[in-house]
């Protein structure tokens, strides 16, 4: 707004110098200089005043995509992307929420890592629900040979979840229900799911292991968010997975 009045300034006095300009006698010894500092005005007025147009309009459209792209992204309920899984604590997800899914290929460095939180989710009234890898699947070998692990070294990764899970529970004050899941389809991807958030990890694709990107959402409205997907996702799985244990409160 400041450049505007600026510039419009610059013109009117540009403006007004001509005009006294033009009263003045031809042999006035001021229209020589009249005649410059009029160009120069209305010269640079002009072009402040054109080069501001062409910002705003650069500065407007950037503003609307990004409005777009913040539109897109609310609407949808994404709250944050981290480079690594690593990098993201567990900890209040798993001691916060009523209700959790949990899947996994084989689980097994999570369920250590968070075994204390476990135990706490367990000794309050929750339910969580956990699907990994059929020991006895298929699909157990090309996951090995794509991690560049031993087959029976991954079954045993798988069971040693399951134990570490009831061990969890066995230490808690045992008001959570746990159902533990084997399904024989291999999973594309890790979710948490709770009841109004969801945190979800792709697999890669290629051979090996890598740092793999964590993706947050939020529960939205749309029909279309992640958040529904991954929740019609799970209450699917739950229907074709077999159901390994069961962990219910004693009273």
């Given amino acids: ?55 705003d309009k650069e500065t407007n459209s950037t503003l609307r995509r990004l409005l777009r792209i913040h539109d897109s992204v609310d609407e949808l309920g994404l709250v944050e992307i981290l480079p690594e899984v690593q990098g993201y604590n567990f900890t209040e997800m798993l001691e916060d929420s009523d209700q959790l899914f949990v899947v996994m290929n084989d689980g097994q460095r999570w369920v250590g890592n968070y075994a204390t939180s476990l135990c706490k989710r367990f000794s309050k009234k929750s339910t969580t629900e956990f699907f990994t890898v059929d020991p006895a699947s298929s699909f157990v070998d090309t996951l090995a040979k794509k991690i560049g692990s031993d087959p029976a070294a991954l079954r045993s990764k798988i069971e040693d979840s399951w134990k570490r899970i009831q061990v969890a529970y066995e230490n808690s004050e045992k008001k959570g229900s746990v159902v533990i899941y084997s399904i024989e389809t291999f999973p594309t991807r890790s979710i948490f799911l709770t009841e109004d958030c969801l945190i979800e990890t792709p697999y890669q694709t290629a051979a090996g292991r890598a740092k793999i990107p964590l993706f947050k959402y939020r529960r939205v409205a749309r029909s279309d968010s992640p958040f529904s997907f991954a929740l019609n996702d799970v209450q699917q799985l739950r229907k074709e997975a077999k159901k390994v244990i069961e962990l219910r409160p004693e009273n």
């Fill in 1 to 55: 707004m400041r450049i505007y009045i600026i510039a419009s300034i610059m013109i009117i006095i540009g403006l007004v110098v001509i005009a006294y300009g033009g009263a003045l006698d031809q042999t006035s010894w001021q229209k020589p200089y009249l005649s410059e500092v009029s160009s120069a005005l209305l010269v640079g007025g002009l072009l402040s005043l054109l080069f501001k147009i062409f910002q």
